[in-house]
């Protein structure tokens, strides 16, 4: 009998539940970001700072610049672009869903090789690259991640690109070629300063920065998405991003100033 | 613990289980009645999602709801946002991914009770619609509440096509396994493991209950 009742209440709460969601909608003044996976270890800190200075809400989902560029093309409900380059911003701006006529630049990245400190590799430098012992090196999907096309470019510059890449393992974001190298699954990573600077990973591993000359430089650009809710509210994040002390600890966390 | 991850999860489970009963029990109906050659065909094709990768329906779902087809640009304007990327497109999906989770077991419910007991229905004057409501659905309970707690539990456990239409978005889309999938992204691992401990303690209690319920009632019946 009981278990009857159990069930009925179980049914009951099933019953009500999809009546409820309606309930919880989003104020006028919520951002929605669209940020590339670098940003993933620093973003969240700043939106909160900036929610503590101008009172707007605003949350961010983390995945590769071309997923991204793809669903704001499709019709994603986002307000601001925060790419890793400025090509797929461009994309955005070619398919008529940005306001601007050229992707802003906000911030200039960094590729680093990073390694556990109980990996087995004694020191590391770019020279660990040419160890035959080395196994595998978690890069992120050239063809989806700015930071993967880097990392592409600056093995092929090194002129190694062809005898690692069966070593390769591909993550479809930078984020998850960081997670990749930390978890111990892959032995080195080229991965962005952002995540090799994060607590976690200066406590778990080491990182060296790759030669700035063997790769172009990872120039990360924004767009405001076209006829968006938030996209008064996008042009003051952007604002916000540009103040010297902004950028000043953006700089710290691995993302220099793009110009 | 994403509490707004677990709740949109809850929610999405919730719908897609009612919109599958609302589906199934009229279409196992008829797979379970019809004798035409279609009937192969349609089973067929309420089986399919079980056998495609989340991919293939994904990929499908986006391109068709999207704004370069005719039902998308319908949908949009109806609607007033593009079903992709929206809570309504993520039930739309785990509703065409969870089909045979509900019309399975459906079917196979109404299939095992006995047809002499519906030619007397027929006999009596019952119509078809009188037949499933007061004989069959009341002879096959158990099969009706297997094939909520799977829809309930499959959506909840759903990933790929979520990922593919979904987008990510805290609140609309985000849903449990999808915040996983960020917290080992952002080494929270210990998140991580609080949320699929979780994921696994709901699947782990409806199959307790699902079994429970199974024997209890297989006692009571001998």
Same mark, same amino acid.
């Given at each position: ?34 940020? @590339? ?36 093309? $499709?019709? @994603? ?20 869903? %940005? ?8 911030? !200039? ?8 400190? $109980? ?30 096309? &880097?990392?592409?470019? %600056? ?24 997670? #990749? ?50 996209? %008064? ?27 | ?16 289980? =009612? ?9 196992? #109906? ?31 779902? =986006? ?33 065409? #991914? ?15 009770? $006995? ?5 007397? &229905? ?13 004989? =069959? ?30 987008? $990510?978005?805290?609140?609309?889309? !985000?849903? =449990? ?11 929270? #691992? ?21 079994? %429970? ?10």
């Amino acid at each position: 009998m009981s278990e009857r009742r159990f069930f009925r209440v179980l049914i009951a709460v099933v019953l009500l539940m999809p009546l409820s969601g309606f309930a919880q909608q989003r104020g006028p003044a919520t951002l929605r970001i669209a940020a @590339a996976a670098d940003l993933q270890p620093v973003l969240p800190a700043l939106l909160t700072q900036f929610e503590q200075q101008t009172h707007i809400h605003a949350e961010a989902s983390f995945q590769s610049s071309a997923t991204l560029a793809t669903q704001i093309i $499709d019709g @994603a409900p986002f307000d601001l672009f925060l790419a890793a380059d400025l090509s797929f911003p461009q994309r955005v701006i070619a398919a008529g869903r %940005a306001e601007e006529t050229q992707p802003i630049p906000y911030a !200039r990245g960094t590729l680093v090789l990073w390694t556990r400190s $109980d990996s087995g590799i004694a020191t590391l430098s770019i020279d660990t690259l040419r160890d035959p012992a080395l196994k595998t090196i978690a890069i992120a999907n050239p063809e989806h991640a700015p930071y993967g096309r &880097a990392a592409q470019d %600056a093995l092929q510059h090194l002129g190694l690109y062809d005898t690692l890449r069966p070593k390769l393992v591909i993550a479809e974001n930078i984020a998850q070629a960081a997670q #990749y190298a930390d978890s111990g699954n892959a032995q080195v990573g080229l991965i962005s300063l952002t995540s090799a600077l994060t607590p976690r990973l200066r406590a778990s591993g080491r990182f060296i920065r790759l030669p700035a000359h063997a790769y172009l430089p990872i120039l990360q650009g924004a767009v405001v998405i076209r006829s968006s809710p938030g996209s %008064a509210v996008a042009h003051r994040f952007l604002d916000f991003l540009a103040q010297p002390a902004v950028r000043q600890s953006l700089a710290a966390q691995g993302l220099e100033p793009a110009r | 613990m994403d509490l707004q991850a677990l709740w949109l999860s809850l929610r999405l489970a919730a719908t897609t289980t =009612l919109v599958l009963l609302a589906i199934g029990i009229p279409l196992a #109906y008829w797979l379970a009645s019809a004798r035409t050659r279609l009937r192969p065909i349609v089973e067929a094709i309420t089986t399919l999602p079980i056998l495609l990768p989340p991919t293939v329906l994904g990929f499908y779902l =986006l391109v068709l709801l999207g704004p370069h087809t005719a039902v998308g640009r319908l949908t949009a304007r109806v609607l007033g946002h593009p079903l992709a990327f929206s809570f309504s497109g993520l039930v739309v999906g785990s509703v065409l #991914y969870s089909l045979p989770f509900a019309v399975q077991p459906l079917a196979a419910g109404f299939r095992s009770v $006995d047809t002499a007991l519906l030619e007397q &229905a027929r006999l009596l004057g019952a119509g078809r619609l009188r037949t499933l409501i007061s004989v =069959l659905l009341p002879l096959s309970t158990h099969s009706v509440i297997a094939a909520a707690a799977l829809c309930f539990t499959h959506t909840v456990g759903e990933f790929g096509v979520v990922l593919m239409i979904g987008g $990510d978005i805290p609140g609309a889309t !985000r849903t =449990l396994s999808i915040a996983i999938y960020d917290q080992v992204q952002e080494f929270s #691992y210990a998140a991580a493991n609080r949320t699929s401990l979780l994921l696994i303690g709901v699947a782990a209690l409806a199959l307790v209950l699902l079994y %429970a319920r199974r024997s209890s009632s297989g006692a009571a019946n001998a």
